[in-house]
């Protein structure tokens, strides 16, 4: 009787196992998560997000009235961020970015006046190794100054506007960070930028970056198959 209850056990287990993964390959990823594929942990970054204000008003009680930021230090700026989604600060004549993007940019600085944007909206986090890791591109020219940008925007050899011009971009690095006090919390720190203005480097510490199981991996997992036992 005994090898029977066990035979059935380990039965249960392989299907659980093979319906998690048909599930997982069915289900659409959801924006802003990611699993790791080292550990196989379920990352949801989703909850240090800050959604638009509706007419100036948070969405939510616990919800933040501005995005996230990060001082510059010797940069000579500082800088707003939001995670997997445009700041909600509204802007305004942004250096180098057409007008119907103002709307997608998720990270910026301002400096003597001006705004540069420093990456476009991504909602798809990733691994590199082990690190988590969020990537935006195509902000502001990294040539900005209009000296420069003037040179570079003219091909030397047939005076044409030169195409392919280089963007600023930030990646943002995660770290864990216990605090079941603030769940949805997140310390934003500036890193260092690249010698020609072009790269922005950023640490994120958050409990959103320690990592869990996801929906799919509870309701399937081994808890599951004891239950319809």
Known sequence: MLYVILYVILSLLAISTVQAADSKDSIPTK???????????????????????????????????????????????????????????????????????????????????????????SSEPIFRGRKLVLNYT???????????????LLDDDDGKPDTDIRRKSTIISFLCEHDPLAPNKASLAFVGASPDDCTYFFEARSMAACGGRSEVQQSLGPGGVFGVM
């Not at 195509?138 to 570079?152: E, F, I, W």
């Open 31 to 121: 924006p802003c998560t990611v699993d790791s594929p080292s550990s196989g942990l379920h990352y949801d970054l989703n909850t240090i997000t800050v959604p638009p204000l509706d007419d100036g008003k948070q969405l939510h009680k616990d919800s933040r009235n501005e995005s996230w930021h990060a001082k510059g230090y010797d940069y000579g700026a500082n800088f707003t961020l939001n995670f997997c989604a445009p700041v909600i600060e509204e802007l305004d004549d942004v250096v180098g970015v057409k007008e119907e993007l103002y709307r997608n940019v998720s990270a910026y600085y301002t400096l003597d006046g001006k705004t540069y944007s420093i990456g476009q909206n």
């Open 138 to 152: 195509n902000g502001s020219p990294c040539d900005s100054t209009p000296m420069k940008r003037a040179r570079k």
